[in-house]
């Protein structure tokens, strides 16, 4: 989980969307809320209502929008990049690994090794060589997490610099604005939405996201089943959360979540990927999308 740091306590993603509910004004949550990239959302999300003439409901779902596209789809279409050169490398490292066994066997019966030290030799060499061809193809895995170096924190900043619109932390007239500023039922974006359904479908499309990806992966190790249940419990357990804070954060969490999901979707179309210059791999599929429903039934036994 993402972390900032001050006085020595950690701050998790978490604890600032339960501060965020809770409304406490003070603490680290007061000192996060008047950091400059809060204070910076703040005013792009007012100068584009006001450029673009839009009432504020569309102009949260627009600029949220807009920062997904413009922000997170070019560093997911390079973490894309990144996965496909790892997958492909796979295949030449197992090479390399069983000669590289092989090797050690063979020099280790000449030098009398014992199996621990063949195994911290094999283990030291293979690790050299599996550096060599990260930096050969660079495509280190690390590279691969700056997509979400990026996104949680600005998750962060623009839900925090929507509460402050909302409780009138940046001025009143903004937060009268934010008061008349929604549509249908949830014309006040300074008030929860009492009806839970921004906040319920939230949660299901959220957990949307984590069956499809789940389902794409025939064979998964124990770390990966427990962080999909995690991921499913963290998904039920915003339904709640997203209930007590302003409407204008529930919306924009639900568009933030819809453009995540539409953006990952784009990124399994064979075309886009082309565009993108993303290796393909032995795992690509001509038909993504039909696999996605057919692994989606075959999973959980849908009727058709």
């Known amino acids: 989980m993402w972390r900032l740091a001050r006085g020595g306590r950690p701050v998790t993603v978490a604890a600032v969307v339960a501060a965020a509910a809770s409304g406490s004004p003070g603490g680290w949550y007061g000192w996060l809320a008047q950091t400059a ?8 999300l007012v100068a584009l209502q006001a450029a673009a003439g839009l009432p504020w409901w569309a102009a949260i779902v627009c600029g949220g929008a807009a920062l997904r596209t413009a922000v997170t789809l070019p560093l997911a279409a390079h973490q894309s990049r990144l996965l496909a050169k790892l997958e492909n490398l796979q295949p030449e490292i197992k090479k390399l690994s069983e000669r590289l066994r092989y090797e050690v066997s ?6 009398g090794w014992s199996d621990k030290v063949a195994r911290f030799h094999f ?3 293979l690790r050299r060589i599996i550096t060599e061809l990260y930096i050969r193809d660079n495509c280190h895995p690390f590279k691969a997490t700056l997509l979400v170096w990026v996104q949680i924190p600005m998750w962060v900043f623009v839900s925090l610099a929507l509460r402050n619109c909302s409780v009138g932390a940046l001025n009143s007239e903004v937060q009268e604005q934010f008061s008349t500023g929604g549509t249908l039922w949830f014309t006040d974006l300074t008030a929860p939405d009492s009806t839970w359904i921004l906040p319920v479908s939230l949660g299901l499309l959220n957990l949307l996201i984590v069956e499809i990806f789940a389902s794409q992966k025939m064979e998964v190790s124990r770390f990966q089943k427990l962080a999909t249940n995690f991921f499913r419990v963290l998904s ?3 339904i709640p959360v997203a209930a007590t804070v302003p409407s204008s954060m529930a919306l924009y969490w639900l568009s933030s979540s819809f453009m995540g999901l539409s953006h990952n979707l784009l990124l399994r179309s064979p075309t886009f990927r082309r565009l993108c210059c993303i290796p393909r ?8 999308y039909r696999d996605i429903v057919s692994a989606l039934t075959t999973r959980y036994s849908f009727k058709k």
């Open 37 to 44: 990239p809060v204070h910076w959302a703040e005013g792009g």
């Open 106 to 111: 063979v020099r280790g019966k000449q030098l």
């Open 123 to 125: 283990k030291k060499n």
């Open 236 to 238: 039920v357990v915003m």
């Open 281 to 288: 791999t032995k795992s690509d599929s001509d038909t993504p």
